[in-house]
């Protein structure tokens, strides 16, 4: 087949023969006539085809450049790209332009970077309300709130914590130095929040579940009592009676749910000034500051082996709580989709709460235990003889004016704050 092309245009064949002077035989096209197969005609300056030596403003027509007796009939082409200037005239400017891939432009372009920021975004709203509505679903709900007449300022939260082994195997049982009580109608944790309204720092009450007061339909006993009588229902009515607080909400765990919550948020940091052991509690902690999982946790809450017995566990129980609700809300456990997924979903399983409280109470609760005022109800006497044992008196004239503060958004009298500290057992 013959070729209309002439041959040793391209630079690595070797010239034909016959060519004058051994120079390369030249097409012969017109200054505005395309070039072959659509490449740029001649320069109509006579400086000839366009070459490698101008293309980055390095060249000069005399040192290889293409002059007037000089040219090549066809130059190595420039890279597919966009010119970014600089020199490149007769005599070349010092390392001036260049050519760039054109690609990169179209992804600078601002309406491409404000189309993947709302992809992302849309992304993101799309996985949080997913994972909202699997956590909502999670969530056990009670009907244990009773109507009031009296009204108080603010938002009131009961807070249990019952001997429900619930989750829990056998084995996990004699780990924990439980028992196997299958009865769960117990509450051994009794705690009463008001959040005010006037936006200062939330109130974290502790009520001894020893304390001695009237149960509706049962006469006096002690407050844990209520809630083995007739489970949470009871019990908020009970301690809406002597307090004159509304309960608003009410939120109650197992033991077996404070195992999981504990281990779901990553163990709970605490700082110990004595060690603390009490085989009974199946607890044996070291002086220091060190992360609980969650078996120390529930032996931590548990023991009673101090010398003011149930009245130094209820502080421990307060600062157990306030780290775990701080460890779930701070910055590094909610930007971590691997730690707050997992935290919420093992704490929205491990919980029960009342059919009017949601998602949204729950994050507002767990917010407001991060820095509460810490105390326990006034007390008269804590070794009260009684027909159902030795009971916790309250002081009724001043637990009328603490609770009376509360339901006001009162600050309460520093010598009715007895604040939390962790203490050794006996």
């Given at each position: 087949?013959?070729?209309d092309?002439?041959?040793?245009?391209?630079?690595?064949?070797?010239d034909?023969a016959?060519g004058?002077g051994?120079?390369?035989?030249?097409?012969s096209?017109?200054?505005?006539?395309p070039g072959?197969?659509g490449?740029?005609p001649?320069?109509?300056?006579?400086?000839?085809?366009?070459?490698?030596?101008?293309?980055g403003?390095?060249?000069?027509?005399?040192?290889?450049?293409?002059?007037p007796?000089?040219?090549?009939?066809?130059?190595?082409?420039?890279?597919s790209g966009?010119?970014?200037?600089?020199?490149?005239?007769?005599?070349?400017?010092?390392?001036?332009?260049?050519?760039?891939?054109?690609g990169?432009?179209r992804?600078?372009?601002p309406?491409?970077?404000?189309?993947?920021?709302?992809?992302l975004?849309a992304?993101i709203v799309?996985?949080?309300v997913?994972?909202?509505?699997?956590?909502?679903?999670?969530?056990?709900?009670?009907?244990?709130?009773?109507?009031?007449?009296?009204?108080?300022?603010g938002?009131?939260?009961?807070?249990?914590g019952?001997?429900?082994?619930?989750?829990l195997?056998?084995?996990?049982e004699n780990?924990?130095?439980?028992?196997?009580?299958?009865?769960?109608?117990?509450s051994?944790?009794?705690?009463?929040l008001?959040v005010?309204?006037?936006?200062t720092?939330?109130?974290?009450?502790?009520?001894p579940r020893?304390?001695?007061?009237?149960?509706p339909?049962?006469?006096y006993?002690?407050l844990n009592?209520?809630?083995?009588?007739?489970?949470p229902?009871?019990l908020?009515?009970?301690?809406?009676n002597?307090?004159?607080?509304?309960?608003?909400h009410?939120m109650?765990?197992g033991?077996g749910?404070?195992?999981?919550?504990?281990?779901?948020?990553?163990?709970?940091?605490?700082?110990?000034?004595?060690?603390?052991?009490?085989?009974k509690?199946?607890?044996?902690?070291?002086a220091?500051?060190?992360?609980?999982?969650?078996d120390?946790?529930l032996?931590?809450v548990?023991t009673?082996?101090?010398?003011?017995?149930?009245?130094q566990?209820?502080?421990?129980?307060?600062?157990?709580?306030?780290?775990?609700?701080?460890k779930?809300?701070s910055?590094?456990t909610?930007a971590n989709?691997?730690?707050?997924?997992?935290?919420?979903?093992?704490?929205?399983s491990?919980?029960?709460?009342?059919?009017?409280?949601g998602?949204?109470?729950?994050i507002s609760?767990?917010f407001a235990?991060?820095?509460?005022v810490?105390?326990?109800?006034?007390?008269a006497?804590a070794?009260l003889p009684?027909?159902?044992g030795?009971a916790?008196?309250?002081n009724?004239?001043?637990a009328?004016?603490f609770f009376?503060?509360?339901a006001h958004d009162?600050?309460?009298?520093?010598?009715?704050?007895?604040g939390?500290s962790?203490?050794g057992t006996?």
């Amino acid at each position: 087949m013959s070729n209309d092309w002439p041959r040793g245009w391209y630079s690595d064949e070797p010239d034909q023969a016959g060519g004058a002077g051994g120079q390369r035989p030249q097409p012969s096209f017109t200054p505005n006539s395309p070039g072959p197969r659509g490449q740029r005609p001649p320069d109509p300056a006579g400086r000839g085809w366009y070459a490698p030596g101008n293309a980055g403003g390095g060249g000069s027509r005399d040192a290889g450049g293409p002059g007037p007796g000089n040219r090549t009939a066809w130059p190595a082409q420039p890279p597919s790209g966009s010119w970014t200037g600089g020199g490149g005239g007769a005599g070349g400017g010092a390392g001036g332009g260049g050519y760039r891939p054109r690609g990169w432009r179209r992804w600078l372009r601002p309406r491409r970077i404000l189309a993947i920021l709302a992809g992302l975004v849309a992304l993101i709203v799309v996985a949080a309300v997913a994972v909202y509505f699997s956590v909502n679903s999670k969530l056990t709900k009670v009907d244990v709130l009773t109507p009031v007449a009296f009204t108080s300022a603010g938002t009131n939260w009961l807070i249990t914590g019952s001997d429900s082994r619930a989750g829990l195997s056998k084995k996990e049982e004699n780990q924990l130095a439980l028992g196997h009580d299958i009865s769960g109608s117990r509450s051994d944790t009794i705690l009463l929040l008001h959040v005010p309204a006037n936006g200062t720092r939330p109130t974290l009450v502790s009520l001894p579940r020893d304390s001695y007061v009237p149960i509706p339909g049962h006469g006096y006993s002690k407050l844990n009592a209520a809630y083995a009588l007739g489970g949470p229902k009871l019990l908020v009515q009970t301690v809406q009676n002597v307090t004159g607080l509304p309960v608003s909400h009410y939120m109650g765990i197992g033991f077996g749910g404070l195992v999981s919550v504990v281990n779901d948020v990553g163990g709970v940091r605490m700082c110990l000034p004595a060690p603390m052991k009490d085989p009974k509690a199946g607890l044996n902690l070291k002086a220091g500051c060190q992360t609980l999982n969650g078996d120390q946790a529930l032996g931590f809450v548990r023991t009673r082996n101090f010398a003011r017995s149930d009245l130094q566990r209820e502080q421990d129980q307060r600062i157990l709580i306030k780290g775990i609700l701080s460890k779930m809300t701070s910055p590094g456990t909610l930007a971590n989709p691997f730690a707050v997924i997992p935290a919420a979903n093992g704490a929205a399983s491990a919980i029960t709460i009342d059919q009017g409280t949601g998602l949204t109470q729950l994050i507002s609760v767990a917010f407001a235990l991060r820095n509460p005022v810490t105390t326990t109800v006034p007390i008269a006497n804590a070794n009260l003889p009684t027909a159902a044992g030795s009971a916790v008196e309250w002081n009724r004239t001043e637990a009328k004016q603490f609770f009376n503060d509360l339901a006001h958004d009162q600050a309460l009298p520093k010598d009715l704050i007895t604040g939390s500290s962790v203490q050794g057992t006996a």
